[in-house]
Structures are given as structure tokens and as C-alpha cells.
């Protein structure tokens, strides 16, 4: 398939400046400082292939429970397949406990299944918290560590970086500590949502934040994560706040072509992709197309995992509502392609209506967490009782 770059137009203003450094975590070169952050139900192998199309940077994939990975699940072992074109195989992991945390990196490693393993530190979903995990657990210092820890010394040359939020709220601010922790146990970057668990997706990212955290880590790379919706974002992201590489997560749902953004973004080039209708249902299509491979040629699943990308895809374009909601029933590739066949593929790209913030915002709300989870900074044996036997046994969020 040729790169979208290939047909890309100039588009004023770009970025024509490079932002950072390329960047390196542990051996790992990238071209540039880009990572795709892992999100559940999103960043599977079939999403990955597509935005590796369109330009560069480390691709990770969404959160594996080490426990279902340590007890060799079905749905665990097929999520932590790369395709052939993954050079760099990278693989998040979720844990609440540093033994079965250990083992998981330990099984990856010496299975040879990735290059690189991150920890999920930083999800804001209620059925994670409650069960201290997530963004709740860096509150217990010590615990966090034990699990870093654990996980790095099973990972051996494998380099192991650590997502997090700020905190839990603005009370209970925990980033700064967890990162010093992350850093002395040996992690090769530390990426961070510049915003707490009690703020999920709403308001605008602390980049600040971002800032303050680089300001106190010194031998890692920093990542910031939040409000980056497109190249511009990034570059400013990195401007303001000194980063070493910037995480993109929901600025690419139904815009895999902003990885192409970001590539000729951080090298100096002028380049920004503004796809017509037919290019974004090509797009959609091939998607479409590398999830049916993934799902080992059951296309109906393929289908059904599409739906929800429907409206991120066409967002702004003039698609009507009738042919939305009946892209988003699509049963077949056939079906599929008589579908697209109905898009006016000559409109142009249409500006501003299809771009900006995709996805649920929501508003803050508070955290779900353990009872008595805030009163101390200890893991104490109830917790620890109460942590452990709450290992998450499903991978995929």
C-alpha cells in the first residue's frame, strides 16, 4: 500500500521545524519521538499495522493483564501476537502485584515475544481503581516500586517504561514521588497524563505538569501525554514543557495519518495530510481489511470491532446520517463496499469540522477506589489481601 505521505498537501501553516531529539528508550532507537499509546479495544495489531503505514514511531499494544498472561488465557496470548511488520514488538502490562508481574515479563522475555514492556500506571476506569490498580496505585509508594522493580529485573536487556497520571486527584497528587521511585528502579522513560484520575478525560491537560516532572528526572526520557490532536499540539507540548517525546492516544482514532503528521512534524518537513472523503474511506476500509487478519479471517468479528470507528473516521465530512448508522451495522466487506461506494469521494478535506478532540471527554467524577485506600501511603494486609486476589484475569481493558 503506498504512504499516504505520497499524496499528502502542504498545508499553512506547518510545522517546519524538528521539535526534539530522536529518541532513544533503553536500546531502542526511534526516528522520532513518537509513541501511540495503548488503549483498550483500540490499539490491536490491525490498528497498529495502520498507523505504522503512515509514519513513525514506537507502537504499543493495549494493557495485558500479567495474570491472564501468566496463566496463558486464550484472548491474552492472541493480543500479544505482533504482525511480521512489528519490528519493535511492545507490549503494556497491567498489575497490582509484583510477584505475577514479574512472572509475565519473565514469560515475554523468554518466549521472545517483545522489545519492549510497558506498565500501566495511569487508567482512570472504575473497574481498575477500585481495585487499587491503575492510577490508584502509585498512592502506595512502596507497593508501586515493588512492582517496578520486579518487573525490570525480570525483563533483563528488555527496556521497561512506566505510564502514570498525576494522581488520583488534586489532594492526592502522586507523580512526582512514583517517578523517582520508576527511575531508581531502573525504567528507561517515564510517560505521563498530564491529569489526575478524578479528571479522566475532561478539562485540558496540566502540561505544566509535564514541565515540573521533566524538571525532576534527569536520566530518563519524559513523555507527555494529553490534548495532542495534531502535529501542532505536539510540537508545543514539547515547547512548553521540554519533553523528550510526546504520547499520542485519542488524537489518532479515525486519523491514523496523523503518525504522518508527527513524522514530517519532528524531522523539519512541511508535510500534513488532509485526506478527501475517498481517501479516508480507503482508509476505513483497509482497516477494516487488517482487522479481518487479525481476528484470523472471521470477518463478521472484524465488522463488528469497525462500527465503533465509524463516526471517529468521518467526523466533519459530509456523511449523512443514514449511511453512518448503516456503516455502523456492517456485517461483510462486501456489504462494506457497497456502503463506500455511496461516498461523494471527491469532497475535499474539510478543515477544522475534522479535526480537534475525538472521543468522550465526560467530566470529572470521583475516583472509585478500595475503602480506606487514602489513609495511608501503605499498602497494609487488608489492601494487600484485598489487591492481590483482585488481579484483573482479562486482558484488553
Not at 486527584?169 to 491529569?195: F, N, P
Request: charged share 25%; hydrophobic share 40%.
Amino acid at each position: 500500500m503506498p504512504s499516504a505521505l505520497d499524496t499528502a498537501a502542504p498545508a499553512a501553516p506547518a510545522p517546519t521545524a524538528p521539535a526534539a531529539a530522536p529518541l532513544t528508550i533503553g536500546p531502542l532507537p526511534l526516528s522520532v519521538p513518537v509513541v501511540l499509546a495503548p488503549m483498550a479495544g483500540i490499539t490491536n495489531t490491525a490498528f497498529r499495522r495502520l498507523c505504522r503505514e503512515y509514519g513513525a514511531g514506537l507502537y504499543v499494544s493495549e494493557m495485558i493483564t500479567s495474570r491472564a498472561l501468566v496463566e496463558r488465557t486464550p484472548e491474552s496470548m492472541r493480543l500479544i501476537k505482533h504482525h511480521e511488520s512489528e519490528t519493535t514488538r511492545s507490549i503494556q502490562l497491567y498489575s497490582v502485584d509484583p510477584v505475577t508481574a514479574g512472572e509475565a515479563a519473565a514469560f515475554l522475555v523468554g518466549e521472545g515475544l517483545a522489545d519492549h514492556i510497558d506498565m500501566n500506571f495511569g487508567c482512570p476506569v472504575p473497574k481498575v481503581t477500585r481495585k487499587g490498580g491503575g492510577a490508584a496505585l502509585p498512592w502506595k509508594l512502596e507497593h508501586f516500586r515493588r512492582i517496578v522493580e520486579a518487573t525490570v529485573k525480570a525483563a533483563g536487556s528488555i527496556p521497561v517504561t512506566v505510564k502514570m497520571r498525576k494522581g488520583i486527584d488534586a489532594d492526592h497528587l502522586t507523580y512526582l514521588e512514583a517517578a523517582k521511585a520508576a527511575e531508581g528502579a531502573g525504567v528507561a522513560a517515564i510517560a505521563l497524563h498530564a491529569r489526575t484520575a478524578a479528571e479522566f478525560y475532561s478539562g485540558n491537560a496540566d502540561w505544566d505538569a509535564i514541565g515540573t516532572l521533566k524538571q525532576a528526572v534527569s536520566s530518563v526520557p519524559v513523555l507527555g501525554n494529553g490534548d495532542i490532536w495534531s502535529a501542532e499540539d505536539a510540537l508545543r507540548m514539547v515547547e512548553q514543557s521540554g519533553c523528550d517525546g510526546i504520547v499520542v492516544g485519542r488524537g489518532c482514532l479515525g486519523r491514523p495519518w496523523l503518525f504522518g503528521d508527527l513524522a514530517s512534524a519532528f524531522t523539519g518537513g512541511g508535510l500534513k495530510i488532509q485526506p478527501g472523503l475517498g481517501e479516508v474511506g480507503d482508509a476505513f476500509r483497509r482497516h477494516a481489511e487488517l482487522l479481518v487478519d487479525f481476528y484470523d479471517d472471521d470477518e463478521a468479528r472484524a465488522c463488528r470491532d469497525i462500527r465503533k470507528h465509524v463516526a471517529w473516521y468521518f467526523k466533519g465530512y459530509p456523511v449523512g446520517g443514514e449511511l453512518r448508522a448503516r456503516l455502523a451495522r456492517v456485517e461483510s466487506l462486501a456489504q462494506m463496499d457497497d456502503l463506500l461506494g455511496e461516498l461523494d469521494r471527491d469532497q475535499p478535506y474539510p478543515g477544522a469540522p475534522a479535526e480537534g478532540q475525538r472521543g468522550r471527554a465526560g467530566t470529572p467524577k470521583k475516583p472509585s477506589l478500595p475503602q480506606n485506600w487514602l489513609a495511608s501511603r501503605e499498602l497494609d494486609e487488608a489492601h494487600r489481601a484485598e489487591v492481590t486476589a483482585a488481579e484483573l484475569h482479562h486482558s484488553g481493558g
